[in-house]
C-alpha cells in the first residue's frame, strides 16, 4: 500500500505513528479484483457466471457457441469472442464444461492470451486421468492449477449455493476465494490437486445409486400394484429418507424431466467413476449397475433430459 501525503522527515516528532493517524478509510484504495475469465457457459458455467459477476468481480466470459455467453453481458460481464481474447489479462480463469476433452480443447484455443502463473480454476467434472492430463497442460503453459469440481445442480449453481472441492497449492487459495464466495456456500480444501475430482467421484457416485434406487423402487412398487408414491410417503422424514430422494421421486412420477442434470452428463460421470474406482484397485460394483441403467436411458433417447429419466426404462 503506498504513502498518502508529504512523508515527515525522519527526525521529526511522531513520525510514522502521527502521520498513520490523519489516514481515513476514505482515502484509502479500494482493492482491485484481478479479472476472471470463464471458459463455458452450458446451465452451471451460465449461472455461476451471473453469481461471479453479481459479485462485482470483473468477469469476461467465452463459449463456443457465443450466444450462449451473451446473456452475462447484462449483468455487466464482457463477452469474448474467443478464448484467448477472454483470458488476455486475467488472473484467474475458470473452465466450466462438459469433460476433459472440451476443457483441453478450450484451453489449446485460450494459449495466445495465457500468461505465466495464472490462476487456472478447473470447475469441470473431468475424472481422474482427465485430472491429471489437464494438470500436465496447466505445467506446460506454467499456470497454477486448482482442481475444484462442485457439488450441486442448476438451482444451487443460480443460487450461488454450490459446495467446491478445492485442491491445489496453499499459495492459490486466497487468490481464488473471492470466486468460491461468489459461486458456492461451503468449500472444501481437500488437499493436493485432484484431490477434488476424487471427492467428486465418489459424492456422485453416491448421488447416481440414490436417483437410480429411487427410479427402481416407484418402478417396484408399481409391479406389486401399489400406487408409487406410497413410497415416498412410507420414507419421508425418516431415518432412510433425504431431500434428494422426495425431489427426484416426484420428479419421476410427475414426468417433470426438465434438466438440471442431463442424463448424458451423469453416463459420462458413471463412465469417470468406473474407469477411476477400477484404475484404483477398487470394485465399482453398483456403479456398474448404474453406468449401465443410464446407457440404457440414453439409447431410449432420454439423454437430453434430466438424469431422473432413469425412471422411463428402469
Same mark, same amino acid.
Given at each position: 500500500?503506498?504513502?498518502?501525503?508529504?512523508?515527515? $522527515?525522519?527526525?521529526?516528532?511522531?513520525?510514522?505513528?502521527?502521520?498513520?493517524?490523519?489516514?481515513s478509510? *476514505?482515502t484509502?484504495? !479500494? +482493492?482491485?479484483h484481478? *479479472?476472471?475469465?470463464?471458459?463455458?457457459?452450458?446451465?452451471?458455467?451460465?449461472?455461476? @457466471?451471473?453469481?461471479?459477476?453479481?459479485?462485482?468481480?470483473?468477469?469476461?466470459?467465452?463459449?463456443?457457441?457465443?450466444?450462449?455467453a451473451?446473456?452475462?453481458?447484462?449483468?455487466?460481464?464482457?463477452?469474448? %469472442?474467443?478464448?484467448?481474447?477472454?483470458?488476455?489479462?486475467?488472473?484467474?480463469?475458470?473452465?466450466?464444461?462438459?469433460?476433459?476433452?472440451?476443457?483441453? !480443447?478450450?484451453?489449446?484455443?485460450?494459449a495466445?492470451?495465457?500468461?505465466?502463473?495464472?490462476v487456472?480454476l478447473?470447475? &469441470?467434472t473431468? @475424472?481422474?486421468?482427465?485430472?491429471?492430463?489437464?494438470? =500436465?497442460?496447466?505445467a506446460?503453459?506454467?499456470? *497454477?492449477?486448482?482442481?475444484?469440481?462442485?457439488?450441486?445442480?442448476?438451482?444451487p449453481? !443460480?443460487?450461488?449455493?454450490?459446495?467446491?472441492?478445492?485442491?491445489?497449492? +496453499?499459495?492459490?487459495?486466497?487468490?481464488?476465494?473471492?470466486?468460491? $464466495?461468489a459461486?458456492? =456456500?461451503?468449500?472444501?480444501?481437500?488437499?493436493?490437486?485432484?484431490?477434488?475430482?476424487?471427492?467428486?467421484?465418489?459424492?456422485?457416485?453416491?448421488?447416481?445409486?440414490?436417483?437410480?434406487?429411487?427410479?427402481? %423402487?416407484?418402478?417396484?412398487?408399481?409391479?406389486?400394484?401399489?400406487?408409487?408414491?406410497?413410497?415416498?410417503e412410507?420414507?419421508?422424514?425418516?431415518?432412510?429418507? %433425504?431431500?434428494?430422494?422426495?425431489?427426484?421421486?416426484?420428479a419421476?412420477?410427475?414426468?417433470?424431466? !426438465?434438466?438440471s442434470?442431463?442424463?448424458?452428463?451423469?453416463?459420462?460421470?458413471?463412465?469417470?467413476?468406473? $474407469?477411476?474406482?477400477?484404475?484404483?484397485?477398487?470394485?465399482?460394483?453398483?456403479?456398474?449397475?448404474?453406468?449401465?441403467?443410464?446407457?440404457?436411458?440414453?439409447?431410449?433417447?432420454?439423454? $437430453?433430459?434430466?438424469? &431422473?429419466?432413469?425412471?422411463?426404462? &428402469?
Amino acid at each position: 500500500m503506498g504513502d498518502h501525503g508529504a512523508r515527515p $522527515d525522519k527526525g521529526s516528532p511522531g513520525a510514522g505513528t502521527a502521520h498513520r493517524a490523519y489516514l481515513s478509510p *476514505v482515502t484509502e484504495p !479500494e +482493492e482491485k479484483h484481478p *479479472v476472471v475469465a470463464l471458459l463455458g457457459t452450458g446451465i452451471m458455467g451460465l449461472a455461476m @457466471g451471473r453469481n461471479i459477476a453479481r459479485a462485482g468481480l470483473p468477469l469476461r466470459a467465452w463459449n463456443r457457441t457465443t450466444a450462449k455467453a451473451e446473456p452475462l453481458g447484462q449483468d455487466g460481464a464482457t463477452v469474448a %469472442a474467443t478464448a484467448a481474447e477472454a483470458v488476455e489479462g486475467a488472473g484467474i480463469v475458470v473452465t466450466m464444461l462438459f469433460d476433459a476433452d472440451s476443457v483441453a !480443447e478450450a484451453i489449446a484455443q485460450a494459449a495466445p492470451g495465457l500468461a505465466a502463473g495464472t490462476v487456472w480454476l478447473q470447475t &469441470s467434472t473431468v @475424472g481422474v486421468e482427465g485430472n491429471d492430463r489437464l494438470a =500436465a497442460l496447466a505445467a506446460e503453459h506454467d499456470l *497454477v492449477y486448482v482442481d475444484a469440481p462442485v457439488l450441486g445442480t442448476k438451482a444451487p449453481a !443460480e443460487q450461488g449455493t454450490l459446495t467446491v472441492l478445492a485442491s491445489g497449492p +496453499e499459495a492459490a487459495r486466497a487468490t481464488v476465494t473471492p470466486v468460491l $464466495d461468489a459461486i458456492g =456456500a461451503k468449500t472444501l480444501w481437500v488437499g493436493e490437486a485432484g484431490a477434488g475430482t476424487r471427492l467428486k467421484l465418489v459424492a456422485n457416485g453416491w448421488v447416481q445409486t440414490v436417483t437410480v434406487g429411487v427410479a427402481q %423402487a416407484l418402478r417396484t412398487a408399481e409391479a406389486f400394484g401399489l400406487d408409487p408414491a406410497l413410497f415416498l410417503e412410507a420414507v419421508k422424514g425418516g431415518a432412510v429418507d %433425504a431431500p434428494y430422494v422426495q425431489l427426484k421421486g416426484a420428479a419421476m412420477l410427475s414426468g417433470s424431466f !426438465e434438466p438440471s442434470f442431463a442424463l448424458s452428463g451423469a453416463l459420462k460421470d458413471a463412465e469417470l467413476i468406473e $474407469d477411476g474406482a477400477r484404475a484404483a484397485g477398487a470394485d465399482p460394483g453398483i456403479v456398474t449397475v448404474v453406468r449401465e441403467a443410464f446407457r440404457q436411458a440414453q439409447e431410449d433417447g432420454h439423454g $437430453d433430459k434430466d438424469m &431422473s429419466a432413469v425412471y422411463l426404462t &428402469s
